[in-house]
């Protein structure tokens, strides 16, 4: 497996990280209201109670998603017809469910040139324990932001693309920022290119409800880890068993919230910050949003953005839906 580097290390190393954490919580408490940003929920505390969280019960987007791709894998090359595709992922992760999609195309005898695109040079080492080796398929990880490696791959190939965005990543943007983030991904790709996402879609409440606020707690320690990281990092001084998780639908919004709240009035001081952050009882820390969809909403989006929807693929309970684009210029 073949590895390109495009983010400078030295953009990313421990004290910069540490710097950039810093000001993010800075901004974040001290914006009306209060919120920090997600993206600090994965060290390795917490992406290791992420993963029990995906394998729980009461959650149901993982096993859904993995059951719809395990369905279609060989269909997807049927729809597509190429001899040979290069299959891009964003995010990649460690390729478990991407690896089904691998195999479809490599059973249907095509050739397969996967490049999983991260910011974790990690996430690309490991991912290669999950992908077996195959005469028709060669992977080639590429550590980068995601229009970066895209940019890398075009310049690489001229083969037909078929770009993976799994596990309903695209619901944590809002609905102005997907149709940016898409009309952008649009703008990468080549006419007649192809990109699979995964979208969560709208269902009973209680359905929702019980996957963000798990019977295990684990949703409950993963948000409050965060806490937890800014006290280790940063120097804060967060009482953890003085604020609860809470996770909440607005149907509104069409999506689910996650908060933390300050469950008495208290200060908080965090040394690297060199002062105090006041809470009244109750008060929220905005964490997340994770935005669910209708067959509408995705159709929408997908023709707003320069796309035309192939085939929607969902499970039997409706709860998940994986939609096959193509690029129309």
């Known amino acids: ?25 800075l901004t974040g408490l001290c914006a ?47 729809v597509i017809g190429e001899e040979e595709i290069d299959i891009i992922e964003l995010g990649a992760g460690d390729c478990h469910k991407s690896k089904l999609i691998l195999d479809g195309f490599l059973n249907a005898g095509c050739k397969v040139n996967f490049y999983p695109i991260d910011i974790s040079e990690q996430a690309m080492i490991l991912l290669q ?10 992977v080639h990880g590429v550590v980068a932001e995601y229009f970066d490696g895209l940019r890398l791959v075009r310049k690489k190939s001229s083969n037909k693309q078929l770009v993976l965005f799994l596990g309903s990543n695209i619901g944590n943007f809002d609905r102005v920022q997907n149709q940016g983030f898409l009309r952008r991904l649009w703008m990468s790709l080549n006419a007649g290119d192809f990109a699979l996402l995964g979208f969560d879609l709208k269902k009973d409440v209680g359905v929702l409800t019980a996957a963000y606020n798990d019977s295990s707690e684990l949703t409950k320690a993963f948000n409050l880890n ?50 105090s952050f006041h809470f009244e009882a109750f008060e929220p820390i905005h964490l997340e949003f994770s935005f669910k969809f209708l067959k509408s909403d995705i ?27 193509q690029v129309k210029k």
């Open 226 to 275: 965060l806490l937890t990281r800014i006290n280790r990092e940063l120097g804060g001084n967060f009482d953890i068993e003085k604020f609860q998780h809470f996770g909440v639908y607005s149907p509104i919004l069409g999506a689910m919230e996650s908060y933390v709240l300050a469950t008495e009035t208290q200060d908080v001081y965090i040394s690297e910050l060199k002062r």
């Open 32 to 78: 009306k209201p209060k919120k920090l940003s997600a993206k600090y929920f994965y060290d390795d505390a917490g992406s290791e109670i992420f993963q029990q969280i995906t394998q729980h019960v009461d959650y149901y987007p993982t096993r859904t998603e993995f059951e719809i791709l395990d369905a279609i894998k060989n269909d997807i090359p049927k």
């Open 129 to 138: 324990d999950n992908i077996a080796s195959h005469p028709n398929l060669t």
């Open 299 to 325: 159709e929408y989006i997908c023709q707003k953005s320069g796309f035309t929807p192939l085939e929607h693929f969902t499970d039997p309970k409706e709860y998940f839906m994986d939609s096959l684009w």
């Open 1 to 25: 497996m073949e590895i390109t580097k495009l983010i400078d290390e030295g953009l990313f190393d421990e004290e910069a990280q540490k710097e950039q954490f810093a000001i993010d919580v």
